[in-house]
């Protein structure tokens, strides 16, 4: 048995697509072949799995699972690329709609250019906190998108030792169903510079929720002003847009290739 799948990315932030309308698709099985298919050596190669399925009371449904097959709530990034994937699969015939995510429905919209705009619902930080790290203290704030992050503000984020932080912060206590930890750079008052170490998956070129809950953090502490803020990521750069609580981010969303893989 085989599934059709599509291949796409926003900024780096690579998923694979299954259109499971009207294709049945053994959801049971979707940690596994997230598993799988995420690996970079032996499968197609992905961040992780996302599922276009039908939904009672909006457009579409968002079902998604990280590269280690754990289940994610929410993905901005992901969530870009469905609205393209919904529409260019003939499912969704309107440029803006909604779509329902496991951390509720959030709007999407197709712009010009190949950008998509996808609302991140009520971004929140908490008060910065110091945070034992080996025999290190670091200094992070707690924030959240539809899923946790804690946002680390660096002089340079080429600098930040974003994977063995970021390794530690998953198994912290203060944090026991994991993180997504931003290692942030205040470059300007309307731009950032971030890489992201993001659980179930390990750094990642971009993290769409993760900019979101950057730019409210940077807001917070004075680095930020006005409503249109920028973060250049290692995989391009997306525009946050709002004031907060309810922010949204922009950025392209295309496809790299379809194909079809084996399900075993």
């Not at 697509?17 to 959801?27: I, L, N």
């Not at 690996?39 to 280690?68: C, K």
Request: charged share 25%; with cysteine; hydrophobic share 45%.
């Amino acid at each position: 048995m085989r599934a059709s799948f599509t291949k796409m990315e926003g900024c780096g932030n690579d998923y694979l697509f299954v259109d499971a309308v009207d294709a049945p698709f053994p959801v049971e099985r979707a940690p596994e072949l997230a598993r799988r298919w995420s690996d970079r050596h032996f499968g197609v190669g992905a961040d992780g799995l996302i599922l276009l399925a039908a939904d009672p009371s909006h457009a579409a449904r968002m079902l998604m699972w990280n590269a280690d097959g754990s289940r994610g709530a929410m993905c901005g990034n992901g969530l870009r690329c469905l609205a393209r994937f919904a529409v260019d699969r003939g499912r969704v015939r309107a440029r803006a709609f909604t779509v329902a995510t496991d951390a509720g429905p959030r709007a999407v919209e197709l712009l010009d250019g190949g950008r998509v705009r996808a609302a991140m619902g009520d971004v929140r930080c908490a008060a910065p906190r110091d945070v034992a790290v080996g025999d290190a203290l670091v200094r992070l704030v707690p924030g959240d998108a539809g899923n946790p992050h804690a946002v680390v503000f660096v002089p340079d984020v080429e600098r930040a030792d974003v994977s063995a932080v970021g390794r530690a912060l998953q198994s912290h206590a203060a944090f026991p169903d994991g993180v997504n930890v931003e290692f942030v750079q205040v470059l300007g008052p309307d731009r950032l510079r971030q890489r992201t170490f993001e659980r179930g998956s390990g750094e990642t070129l971009a993290c769409g929720t993760g900019a979101a809950v950057a730019v409210a953090a940077a807001r917070a502490a004075g680095n930020i002003r006005g409503d249109v803020a920028h973060v250049e990521l290692r995989g391009g750069t997306l525009t946050v847009v709002g004031t907060g609580p309810s922010l949204a981010i922009e950025g392209p969303a295309r496809t790299v290739f379809t194909g079809e893989i084996e399900l075993a």
